[in-house]
């Protein structure tokens, strides 16, 4: 299989664009550390994106000769939580090349995109919510730590004195912009 894709991309790739004895071909074959890092790296931040994978359902041909798959659904494609897949009726070249509006590629991928666009205002309302309130939380730890009044000072003193204190340890460490 890595042959094989090596000799297509040689056969339609000039040698000074991508060298296809080397580091680029290295990386993308099954199994490599550079694969492998990016996929450690992209894994986390998955649940926090919409996730479409699309995958070619026909062979490509190059320059008339054999028909390759150039990626299999496996690997276009894999079966992970909270991701959609579907199939494209087109070859790797074709996928994004929709002939019109009704193709049933296009449909597909404008449904998506629409039910997106629809569904992230109140995505990144809740977000914003939830980085004020990170935000908030981690500038009071910082007060705390500044000052020495923390959840044992509330013992001691009253609520309103420890919360003033808090506040005005807050409005400074924002005046002074973090630490």
């Given at each position: 299989?890595?042959?094989?894709?090596?000799?297509?991309?040689s056969a339609v790739t000039p040698k000074l664009v991508v060298d296809t004895d080397g580091q680029l071909l290295n990386a993308l074959r099954e199994g490599s550390e550079t694969l492998q890092n990016v996929t450690d790296q992209f894994a986390p931040l998955m649940k926090r994106f919409r996730i479409y994978f699309f995958w070619e359902q026909e062979k490509t041909t190059i320059l008339h000769s054999k028909a390759y798959e150039i990626v299999d659904e496996s690997s276009a494609?894999?079966?992970?939580?909270?991701?959609?897949?579907?199939?494209?009726a087109a070859d790797h070249s074709h996928m994004c090349k929709f002939e019109n509006s009704d193709a049933p590629g296009s449909r597909i991928v404008v449904a998506a995109l629409m039910?997106?666009?629809?569904?992230?205002?109140?995505?990144?309302?809740?977000?914003?919510?939830?980085a004020k309130e990170m935000l908030?939380?981690?500038r009071s730890a910082e007060a705390?730590?500044?000052?020495?009044?923390?959840?044992?000072?509330?013992?001691?003193?009253?609520t309103a004195f420890f919360a003033t204190i808090q506040r005005v340890a807050v409005r400074h460490i924002y005046a002074l912009g973090g630490r």
């Open positions: 299989m890595f042959s094989t894709a090596r000799r297509l991309v494609a894999p079966i992970l939580e909270n991701t959609e897949r579907s199939g494209i039910r997106y666009a629809r569904e992230s205002p109140a995505l990144v309302e809740s977000r914003w919510s939830q908030r939380t981690q705390t730590e500044l000052t020495g009044v923390g959840v044992l000072a509330e013992r001691v003193y009253p």
